[in-house]
């Protein structure tokens, strides 16, 4: 019997950075996670214990915080493609670069309708993501969004779904809806306003989530999902996940109260988890 190296890659994960940009006058101030992934000639590394085509993970971490000064001053999607640049072109037994970022959002503080120049409150839950992977053929962008808190109080129904002995949900045409929001879409070129398109994009998702009338998680995922790709060309497909955050009326006959589906208790566990991606179709030739 035979036995050999399967797939392998190597890099290092959660480089945690930091960047003030100083403009006249105020500042900005950003903060990103990287990982990075290579993909190459490393069989030997691990058959015979030979590390001279390893890029020590180290000397990968202190790339990251020395390329930040001149290319972390725009978009993270931006970042990630000078970083895989900088990899695969210094490196020839690199065959790929994976680059994974995830962006802690901050906003300035604002007083009496002015913006402090230095100050700065976190963005609560939501990040912003990117994922670019290069190769000798080129690379290749993914944008995203994670943590982001979505909630309605109405338009939102369950019902039609298969019963059988164990099922006790009552159905219903009028629930809470809520979800923790991940998203990550892939664009069609590298060559883009990826900063108009990640609010662009964004503003779709929260617009057609508030407005659509929904009958399932599912129902409202692929309107969101089709909405996205019919306002974006540039957008080739994209892949969402809407855990449904559970908020149960309380039944409030007990104490001599009408249930008018106003009192709800939130539960964090356990919670469905609905996953789907919508992409375009092909037309035939």
């Excluded at 300035?108 to 939501?126: K, L, N, Y």
């Excluded at 809806?177 to 879409?185: D, N």
Aim: hydrophobic share 40%; net charge negative; proline share 3%.
């Amino acid at each position: 019997m035979r036995i050999k190296l399967g797939a392998n890659t190597y890099g290092k994960n959660a480089v945690n950075l930091s960047r003030i940009i100083r403009h006249e006058g105020h500042h900005e101030f950003r903060q990103v996670s990287v990982s990075v992934a290579l993909t190459g000639d490393f069989d030997t590394a691990h058959t015979e214990g030979d590390n001279s085509l390893i890029l020590p993970t180290d000397t990968q971490k202190n790339t990251v915080y020395a390329l930040a000064r001149e290319h972390f001053t725009g978009t993270v999607e931006a970042f990630g493609l000078a970083l895989t640049q900088h990899f695969l072109s210094r490196n020839p037994q690199v065959t790929q670069v994976r680059i994974e970022l995830v962006e802690h959002l901050w906003q300035r503080m604002a007083f009496d309708g002015v913006a402090h120049a230095h100050a700065f409150t976190g963005g609560g839950s939501e990040k912003r993501t990117a994922v670019v992977t290069r190769t000798a053929g080129g690379a290749r962008v993914q944008a995203g969004l994670k943590g982001l808190m979505l909630l309605k109080t109405t338009d939102s129904a369950f019902f039609g779904y298969p019963k059988d002995e164990f099922t006790v949900l009552p159905e219903t045409t009028d629930r809470i809806l809520a979800t923790e929001c991940e998203a990550s879409w892939a664009y069609a070129s590298t060559e883009l306003d990826f900063e108009a398109l990640h609010r662009r994009v964004r503003q779709s998702l929260l617009r057609t989530f508030s407005e659509h009338n929904s009958l399932s998680v599912q129902h409202t995922l692929y309107a969101i999902g089709e909405k996205i790709l019919q306002d974006n060309e540039e957008v080739k497909e994209i892949s969402l996940v809407m855990p449904n955050k559970h908020h149960i009326p309380f039944n409030l006959e007990p104490f001599g109260q009408a249930n008018t589906n106003e009192i709800f208790v939130a539960t964090d566990a356990p919670f469905g988890y609905i996953t789907g991606t919508v992409t375009r179709e092909e037309e035939a030739s």
